[in-house]
């Protein structure tokens, strides 16, 4: 009985000194509201200044996808005519800009983050998951820096690629171009041998009718005849065909008017890099209204905060040392 009533006597008494305690720390904190607010209104100067001192930070952001059927048009036509039907789809022409601009400017951001003044650049996904649309920010010290510089690096890289892609096209037009001729030059040197094929065989049968005397035609169906009895068609019917046939043109095929007909096609291409496009603006680099950092609240309220505190603890360390009784 008498240990529970010391119990409760020793934790009222507790309880009373815990509450006095407090009482007393805020009675100190109290008296000592001057230096508070001294060290609250310093810290808060001392948060104004950085603001005025500390570099800005603004970031401009585009967003970017695909480019349209149109602006790769030039080159998507060019294709077609350079391989026909087995040319790549508009989908496989769209992803290749689009591949070469996306990894393009992520060599761009590294190279930028290398730097010994670096430059921020940040390519990354608009949706998780899905490689297109794409997000491209920069950082600058200002809203407007910020923009111009973002605006003009995707120019520079679209300007790039597409300057590559049409350069590749053009070695593709070049190497066609020489393949046809090529090929147009042989079926042109075959088509004169098998002429002048023709030619020698109707001269010796021309000689071989002159000698034995065959003037006339001896048969009615001269399609019948073989190569060895031509001369039976008479020396003069054979000077008749042999003088049309040094006249007549080459015995060409439908192979050789086709390949002509894409070398035209192709000589006639003509390349539109300024019209081209690597990419298209779902959302053009924005011109930001707000800072990233320093945030003027957010600060102004931390030096206030910071103040507060170190001023609380100078006022309960000078009291401390005061009231600070060695033991003997």
Request: hydrophobic content about 40%; proline content about 4%; charged content about 20%.
């Amino acid at each position: 009985m008498n240990q529970d009533n010391n119990k409760v006597v020793s934790n009222g008494y507790n309880d009373s000194s815990e509450s006095i305690d407090l009482i007393d720390l805020l009675m100190q904190l109290w008296k000592g509201k001057v230096t508070i607010i001294a060290f609250a209104v310093a810290a808060i100067i001392l948060a104004v200044i950085y603001l005025f001192v500390a570099k800005e930070k603004w970031t401009s952001e585009a967003i970017i996808t695909l480019p349209d059927s149109g602006q790769i048009a030039n080159y998507n036509n060019a294709m077609g005519v350079l391989y026909d039907t087995g040319a790549p789809t508009i989908v496989d022409v769209q992803q290749r800009f689009f591949g070469r601009f996306n990894s393009a400017i992520s060599a761009l951001s590294e190279q930028l983050d290398n730097q010994a003044k670096p430059e921020k650049l940040t390519i990354e996904e608009t949706v998780k998951g899905q490689p297109v649309p794409l997000k491209v920010s920069y950082v600058a010290t200002s809203a407007g820096e910020a923009q111009k510089t973002l605006n003009t690096y995707i120019q520079q890289i679209n300007k790039r690629v597409v300057t590559e892609l049409d350069e590749d096209l053009q070695t593709s037009i070049n190497s066609k171009v020489d393949d046809l001729k090529v090929d147009l030059a042989t079926k042109e040197k075959i088509a004169q041998e098998k002429k002048d094929k023709r030619l020698e065989i109707l001269n010796q049968a021309l000689i071989v009718a002159q000698q034995s005397n065959i003037k006339n035609t001896l048969v009615q169906q001269a399609e019948t005849l073989s190569e060895d009895t031509l001369f039976v068609l008479g020396s003069d019917a054979l000077s008749s065909i042999i003088k049309n046939e040094a006249t007549r043109p080459l015995p060409l095929d439908e192979s050789y008017f086709g390949a002509r007909q894409a070398l035209l096609a192709i000589n006639a291409l003509k390349s539109k890099p300024d019209t081209t496009y690597a990419f298209r603006y779902v959302m053009k680099p924005s011109l930001p209204i707000r800072r990233d950092s320093p945030k003027k609240g957010l600060t102004l309220v931390l030096g206030a905060l910071v103040g507060l505190i170190i001023g609380s603890g100078v006022v309960l360390g000078r009291n401390a040392l005061r009231n600070y009784k060695p033991v003997v």
